[in-house]
């Protein structure tokens, strides 16, 4: 049994409660440790702790600072198949995927925060002729809040640390209950790497607990949060009379168009990948693909031939495409969506059955699944899945699959596969998306503004738009004579 603590003041705490919750280990289907549900006298502490650690932090050296958070950075990649074994067991994603991304990129989150903060500057401007001088300085906010969601542990938890602590903030942070062990092993790595205790503090526990009491705590100032979009809303909610700061990043139904004179063979590898890494638990997944009749059934015939090469397995045999879903509570709403899918609007073409893993049969394991969809209005289409499910639906004409593209109350991203260059910067301008991969998908460069529109969320993360969003801008107006 793994038993999680806090981390508080630099120390691993054990809830003041002495309330816990199972952890599961998806791929076995059973109970391997236990984790605090934090409450609101947990949140006081780590806050109390943070708020102490605050005047020090903001005052400490850009250099300083950007040599604590590089050495976060150096010891994650030092310890990367530890990390790697840990998150995969935790979240039954494959231990291949892991390692070449969730780790890696965690390491990456705080390397370049490291260096942006190195960059970051703030603007001046002067009122000629008025002999006066505007220029802004950019202060950290205080201690902030950072909530994040199970599909990429580590990896979207450091995305939201390291910009707030590159900043000078301090931190009162909670990973999903779902998947919380890389995020306590991220502690360990903090006092190894010198972070003055305080500056960062990981609280445990549900969402409804730990997490809303981060919501509600009236000197966390301002809030980042990944998950799903109902969750968002209802943080907004609670945040807004006290006119907190919010970042919300949230779900996807995120379209998928493939057009006659693209790369074909580039471009089915990658559809193939964007529909079922990770299981298809990844925000940006294209679940939406919308294929031009010219080419539709040669890729229909093509795709499921591919999927069908996948092999759904354990996330630790190196063989392994497809691991295990992240729980059973997922596992259950992904499959209403198959065992509905004729009521949705769906024909089920490939796929839709559990699959029974050797020595594993408890594990939430899920067949990668395609269904043909007739209309972009059903039910499939509209709403996120975030499983492996992706759904296939023909079009004629580059404004008939524009019109669908945006017919959804998500924005997050799109993917558009074409060669003709009129087409793209057409379809680019016109889709309602924060993120828009043409001929590639999920390429992604650190300074680039990440998030979405409409239920997708508000505010962006990445780069300096991170760096903005923890700190409060001020205008200084000084007038000489
Ligand atoms: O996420 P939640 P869930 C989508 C996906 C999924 C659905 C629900 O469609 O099926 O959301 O997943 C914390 N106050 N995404 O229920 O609950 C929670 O503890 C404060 C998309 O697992 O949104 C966790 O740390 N915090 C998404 C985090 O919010 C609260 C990734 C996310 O969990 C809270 C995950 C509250 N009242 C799911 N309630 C993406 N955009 O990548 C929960 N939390």
Redesign the pocket.
Known sequence: MVTIQNYINGEYLPPVADRWIANYDPSMGEVYGQIPNSGSEDVEKAYQAAKEAFPSWSNTTLEERSKILSKIAQIITERLPELAEAESKDNGKPLSLAKAIDIPRASSNFQFFANAITQFASEAHESVGLNAMNFTLRQPIGVVGC??????PLY?FTWKIAPALAAGNCVVA?????TPVTAYLLGEICNEAGLPKGVLNIVH????T???A??EHPDIKAIS????????A??AS?AAPMFKKLSL????KNPNLIFADCNYEKMLATTVRSSFANQG???LCGSRIFVESTIYEQFKSDFISAVSQLTVGHPFDSETNVGAL?SKA?LE?VKSYIDNATEYGGRILYGGKEVLVENAENGYYLQPTVIEVEDNQCKLNQE????PIVTLMPFDSEEEVLEMANDVSYG?SATIWTNNLNRTMRLTKQIQAGIVWVNTWLMRDLRTPFGGVKN??VGREGGFEALRFFTEPKNICIKYD
């Open positions: 909530i994040s969601p199970w599909n990429l979207l909670k990973p999903s209950e779902v526990g549900l969402g409804t730990t997490g809303q981060i919501v949060f990944t998950g799903g979009t109902k969750t968002g209802h943080i609670v990043e949230l779900g996807g638990q990844i925000c992240v997922h709403k996120e899945i975030f499983g997050l997708s969320g």
